[in-house]
């Protein structure tokens, strides 16, 4: 999980593509002054795949050598030659045998983590490694306190108190009999309070009335932390950290919303957002090889620290990341020896255009414009969903079903002519309902239980 920047892959981190960020008017002012609308399209014009975008030739050598010096190697000449990589057995004989389970989730919310909290809490994990782009080493105490249960002492009570809630609401009937909740939990700040002191363990800036920072309570972090506490885990992290060649704010936040407006007409629009794809594919690719540089160096960290892990025949490591990762991540480790498998958060993940197109860069294939235009029509669709109050998704899959359900209603030229109309200034609520009904579509929800309503049907 991403903790600073989700991309909803992600991302990747939080890979955001939940548009929410950009809420406003669906104009050009979203974007400061509207530029021309562009080149003038018939109603014939084809709709023609955009260039291929221009990027600087990567340099190979130099990032193979950065990210091996990551891991703590120092990078040859020898080290590059094709030559055939020996295998997990001949670098460490007196090693366990590794395998590694992939959970992939969202990660925007608790309940698209909460297949985390169901794998870990069955047992049979030795390691848990988390997804951070900004790793906090004060964050990784927190989840290891969780999981041995003793450090930092609050969190026993602070899940206790969640026991409770989740305990009154499950068993709750109406009635005067109704059970009730201890004590400490009916307390109303009981959560507030905790939340505090979680945040100023992960460096949370403490102030008057307070700790500022980012919420704990109904986001992945705490399923994370349920899912590890009192499993023994060890835990660890084999992200970004700072003095690596790759960060994440090389990218930036901006780089992960898709672009809205930009001059040269819809044409550039669309070559813009395959670019700025492609540079956010490249920088994950590089992230990625960091990840796996690190394994290694990592293990025998833990193994100094936690001797009788080295000592099992075989070792299982859970690996939470964002689900954009899914088919790019676990290939690295399995060149180097490591036995691979993967969860879901859903069986039936769904990624919504953006990510598609995101994903269809990193297997070297270009997506079709229609893709790259329903990824734009994507957010669109968010901003207008946040405007209409419809602000409590608890499941991204559900948000990222009604973008490909609605946005796939719409072809490329369509798309093109709602573009139009928004960097003219004309594009706002009402006239997406006129578009919708001369669509035959259903007016968009102004709340998640109508988006819930609509998607099943």
Not at 80 to 91: F, Q, V
Not at 304 to 309: A, K, W
Not at 434 to 451: N, R, T
Request: glycine fraction near 8%.
């Amino acid at each position: 999980m991403d903790h600073e920047a989700k991309d909803h892959d992600g991302a990747d981190s939080g890979e955001a593509d939940s548009g929410f960020e950009q809420a406003g008017e669906l104009t050009g002012k979203l974007d400061g002054d509207r530029p021309e609308v562009g080149e003038d399209r018939g109603p014939d014009a084809p709709a023609e795949l955009p260039p291929e975008p221009h990027r600087e030739p990567a340099r190979v050598e130099e990032i193979r050598g950065q990210i091996e010096q990551a891991a703590g190697n120092e990078p040859t000449a020898e080290a590059h030659e094709a030559e055939p990589r020996s295998t997990w057995a001949e670098r460490h004989p007196d090693w366990p045998r590794v395998t590694m389970e992939f959970f992939f989730s969202p990660h925007s919310t608790a309940e698209d983590q909460e297949g985390l909290v169901q794998l870990l809490q069955q047992g049979g994990a030795d390691i848990y490694l988390y997804e951070s782009t900004i790793f906090s080493e004060s964050y990784n105490k927190v989840l290891q306190g969780a999981a041995n249960m003793r450090r930092p002492k609050f969190l026993k009570r602070w899940f206790k108190g969640q026991k409770a809630i989740d305990d009154y609401i499950e068993n709750t009937t109406i009635g005067d009999d109704e059970p009730q909740p201890t004590a400490e939990a009916q307390n109303p700040n009981f959560f507030k309070k905790w939340n505090d002191r979680l945040r100023a363990a992960m460096g949370g800036k403490v102030e008057e009335g307070g700790v500022k920072g980012k919420p704990i309570i109904g986001t992945p972090i705490e399923s994370e932390m349920r899912a590890v506490y009192g499993t023994g885990v060890v835990v660890d992290c084999i992200d970004l950290r700072p003095g690596d060649p790759v960060q994440h704010d090389q990218i930036g936040a901006e780089a992960y919303k898709t672009p809205m407006i930009v001059e040269g007409g819809f044409g550039a629009l669309l070559r813009e957002i395959e670019e700025q794809y492609g540079n956010m594919i490249e920088h994950q690719n590089r992230r990625e090889e960091v990840m796996a540089g690190r394994l290694e160096k990592t293990l025998a960290k833990i193994f100094e620290q936690h001797p009788e892990l080295k000592d099992k025949p075989d070792l299982k490591i859970v690996f939470s990341m964002g689900a954009a990762h899914a088919e790019t991540l676990p290939p690295r480790f399995q060149e180097l020896g490591v036995e691979t498998t993967q969860t879901f958060s859903r069986t039936d993940h769904i990624y919504n255009y953006a990510t598609q197109a995101r994903m269809e860069l990193g297997s070297g294939k270009r997506p079709e414009a229609e893709t790259l235009a329903r990824a734009f029509f994507e957010q669109i669709l968010e901003i207008e969903l946040k405007n209409r109050g419809c602000k409590d998704i608890r499941r991204y899959d559900d948000l990222a079903l009604y973008d490909r359900q609605t946005a796939g209603a719409f072809s490329k030229d369509e798309i093109a002519a709602i573009y139009d109309q928004n960097i003219a200034g004309e594009l706002n609520g009402a006239k997406l309902d006129e578009i919708f009904k001369q669509k035959g579509l259903p007016l968009m929800p102004s709340s998640y239980a109508e988006m819930q309503e609509m998607i099943a049907a």
